[in-house]
């Protein structure tokens, strides 16, 4: 009863200058929608790119070359490394990133298929499709015979490119209604580098990810790319294990047989790469983490400086009420509930200001959500943080008006004026 007696009594102070309350209550809320919308932010953008990352599957394996370094090249490796011996220029997309060959992806498909289920090089560029008189730049990939069976890839109409043919391409469905319009594609004639390339297939609609979108995207073999790009590297190759209890075990496997392949011993040297979905995630999680923590480090300084406020406030409160701190005593209040008094006073500011603080938090994570074309996420522990950071400021910055009237000698107080 003590406790509701102190707290009618604190919302009584509070609401006898509206105006004040509202204006030390808005610190609060702009740094707690600040905070909120920041984390919920943070949250949305890591939850967009892990569904990005899961559809380039859970059981994919990624092997890439590590830039700058090629183990087949016939100079000193030390050389390679530090940049001393120039390496070709022949590369697509990739530049200097090229290491990996037809005879990696060969021993790589030679894994146990209880560990490995599908393999696939691709070779990757940009390049202007011309037919008659429009044209188009997007990317042209040179691809082995198991990539469109590992990326799920369906067709429309038509076929996949014969690999022993090596004029024929497989061209991505938005890709074909820009060139084609509407015309149907199947048997028509491409042209691509001066080089004539026949309509095979169409892909129906695939998923679209932030690395590649495969609508706006052409395929044909890999031999005919290394030809046509003047190289015999891949970009990249994508491999699938067997299950998502195999990807640790066939990601070793990979990186032992490639090794061999390119005759590293020191595993340190090595001139590629191979990552999973949970690496990239775990990689993207760290970075995510780092970047919302610095973030709502930044938008906290508001936070202090609505604190500041709260004691400013309450510290005018103490002098406009001395006579009445004088009176309370005078008539057998202790000065533990003059300090309770004041200090519930602070805590109810700031829970006011956390509260609204929270839907602000929420209307900025959504307006900026549906800005950047994501979807902002507020969670249970955002909220619950921003109602402890609110208390913890009540307390914090209240603690010293609330000593300071509980600490006034009450004769003092009443002569007051």
Do not use: C
């Amino acid at each position: 009863m003590k406790f509701i007696s102190i707290l009618k009594q604190s919302s009584k102070s509070i609401m006898s200058n509206k105006g004040r309350t509202f204006l030390t209550i808005l610190g609060i809320v702009i740094g707690i929608g600040a905070v909120i919308g920041l984390m919920s932010l943070g949250n949305g953008v890591r939850e967009s790119i892990s569904e990005q990352i899961g559809i380039l599957g859970t059981t994919n394996l990624r092997v890439t070359s590590i830039p700058g370094v090629n183990s087949r090249m016939p100079e000193n490796f030390a050389d390679r490394r530090n940049g001393s011996i120039e390496q070709p220029t022949n590369y697509p997309m990739g530049g200097l990133s090229q290491s990996l060959i037809q005879e990696d992806l060969k021993a790589i498909g030679d894994i146990s298929k209880d560990v490995v289920s599908y393999s696939a090089g691709y070779v990757a560029n940009q390049v202007e499709f011309v037919v008659k008189d429009r044209s188009q730049i997007a990317s042209l990939l040179g691809v082995s015979s198991d990539y469109f069976v590992l990326n799920s890839f369906s067709l429309e109409s038509g076929e996949y490119v014969n690999l022993e043919s090596g004029n024929e391409i497989v061209l991505g469905k938005e890709l074909a209604s820009n060139l084609f319009v509407e015309e149907d594609p199947i048997g028509k004639e491409i042209e691509v580098h001066n080089t004539t390339f026949i309509v095979k297939g169409i892909l129906g609609t695939e998923n679209e990810n932030n690395i590649s979108n495969p609508n706006l995207q052409a395929y044909i073999s890999d031999t005919k790319a290394f030809e046509l790009f003047g190289t015999e590297y891949y970009s990249g190759i994508t491999v699938q294990a067997f299950s998502e209890e195999t990807v640790e075990k066939a990601k070793g496997k990979i990186e032992e047989v490639l090794l061999k392949s390119h005759g590293i011993e020191d595993a340190s040297l090595a001139d590629f790469s191979v990552t999973s979905s949970e690496d990239l995630l775990s990689m993207v999680d760290t970075i995510m983490t780092m970047l919302t923590s610095f973030l709502t480090g930044i938008a906290s300084i508001s936070l202090l400086v609505g604190g500041i406020g709260i004691m400013n406030i309450m510290l005018v409160s103490v002098t406009e009420r001395t006579r009445e701190i004088g009176l309370r005593k005078a008539l057998g209040a202790k000065t533990s509930d003059i300090l309770i008094q004041f200090l519930t006073e602070s805590v109810v500011l700031t829970l006011i200001g956390g509260v609204f603080g929270i839907l602000a938090g929420y209307l900025i994570g959504m307006g900026a959500g549906q800005w950047l074309g994501i979807e902002a996420v507020v969670t249970i522990d955002s909220i619950i943080l921003a109602v402890g950071i609110s208390s913890l400021l009540g307390i914090v910055f209240g603690i010293y008006p609330a000593m300071r009237a509980a600490k006034l000698n009450p004769i003092d107080a009443l002569r007051y004026e």
